[in-house]
């Protein structure tokens, strides 16, 4: 399992929810998406990856996640796509897309919203997505 830049999360708003619980997350795409020196506080729990298409009712229930991370967008999928498929899946835990600062974040919310109501989702822009920095 990798580890979570712990300054690519500091001041998130669900940072604390997070650590409280002790949460387990789920990262989707391949671990080749993700930065390979991202780490999280110890306090978050273990990471595991999973691509869109392996993500199924009885992972989730072996994984126990309470916490989702994928990006807006990713080279096969978008959150919209993992947040229909979440909800379809019945998942109840956070649910949290990742993306470089773009102008109207509320868009994706709304979107999200109107598709999938009830998941627990937001958009949390950040510094560095894909080990780089976002412009």
Aim: glycine share 8%; charged share 25%.
């Amino acid at each position: 399992m990798s580890k979570l830049d712990p300054g690519l999360f500091s001041g998130s708003p669900w940072m604390d929810t997070a650590k409280a619980a002790r949460t387990s997350v789920l990262a989707i795409g391949s671990h080749i998406q993700w930065p390979d020196d991202m780490g999280m506080p110890d306090e978050v729990g273990e990471i595991a990856f999973s691509e869109l298409h392996e993500l199924t009712e009885a992972a989730l229930t072996a994984l126990n996640p309470g916490l989702i991370l994928s990006p807006v967008v990713a080279p096969t999928f978008d959150c919209v796509d993992v947040a229909t498929l979440l909800r379809g899946l019945g998942y109840r835990g956070s649910y949290r897309a990742l993306t470089g600062r773009i102008p109207n974040p509320e868009i994706i919310r709304r979107e999200i919203r109107a598709q999938c109501p009830g998941l627990d989702f937001d958009v949390i822009m950040v510094d560095r997505v894909k080990g780089r920095r976002a412009s």
